[in-house]
């Protein structure tokens, strides 16, 4: 079956800090990936995906590539805020327009000034 | 400009009292999806249409049911609600060319 795989959290980095969120998936066929992130007490909202390999998904600073070779998506973002601390939920769904999104366990970020 | 409206935001209600949650959406999407998210887990499908043909997922409850009486909107009902059903609930909507866009979310407390 189609699975993702999160690098647990909490991950608590300090403002300006570099942030790696790992992110690896299984699946049949070749899906689109997605981040999601949930603010505390709000629905989820998509920050970047990337529908095929070797594209690079990119929104307000953070950004993900497709590898296929690897099976992965890790996000990144070179200076992490207070702001962005949330959590983070990687997914994919399956070509057919209508799949539904398999979720990661979600990765809590914590950022101190 | 919300696009997927969910109402509403903080419901608490009784221990086997019936409870319904609602969905609306702006966007004329085809497909509208109901999550269950408890606290610190990612979000559960519970169900799911396909304009108006209803999929259950598996390991859905019977406490759990819903409806969509026209593309714009859709409720969740809990028939007879337990502590364990407690969580966030969230409804998604998506058509086959665009991602799932998703509303705030109804936060339901069981008394």
């Known amino acids: 079956g189609n699975s993702v795989t999160q690098m647990e959290g909490p991950v608590t980095l300090s403002e300006e800090a570099f942030l790696t969120i790992n992110c690896t998936y299984t699946?049949?066929?070749?899906?689109?990936l997605f981040w999601y992130v949930q603010y505390p007490g709000e629905g989820l909202q998509l920050l970047l995906k990337?529908?095929?390999?070797?594209d690079k998904g990119s929104n307000k600073g953070f950004e993900a590539t497709y590898r296929k070779e690897t099976t992965s998506f890790h996000l990144e973002k070179g200076s992490v805020q207070v702001s962005d601390s949330a959590v983070y939920f990687c997914?994919?769904?399956?070509?057919?327009?209508?799949?539904?999104?398999?979720f990661g366990k979600g990765t809590m970020l914590l950022v101190s000034p | 400009d919300a696009m997927v409206i969910q109402n509403p935001r903080y419901q608490v209600t009784q221990f086997g009292k019936p409870v319904t949650l609602s969905c609306s959406q702006t966007?004329?999407?085809?497909?509208m999806y109901w999550y269950q998210q408890k606290s610190s887990q990612a979000p559960k499908l519970l169900f799911h249409?396909?304009?108006?043909?209803?999929?259950n997922e598996a390991d859905t409850p019977d406490n759990f049911q819903s409806r969509r009486p026209n593309t714009s909107f859709c409720f969740l009902d809990i028939r007879s609600p337990g502590l364990g059903d407690a969580a966030m609930y969230l409804c998604?909507?998506?058509?086959?060319?665009?991602?799932?866009?998703f509303g705030q979310g109804t936060r339901l407390t069981v008394v």
């Open positions: 997914a994919l769904s399956l070509p057919s327009g209508y799949s539904t999104l398999t």
């Open positions: 966007l004329n999407h085809n497909v």
């Open positions: 998604a909507t998506k058509t086959a060319n665009t991602e799932a866009f």
């Open positions: 699946a049949t066929g070749y899906p689109s």
């Open positions: 249409y396909y304009d108006k043909d209803f999929n």
């Open positions: 990337a529908t095929k390999a070797d």
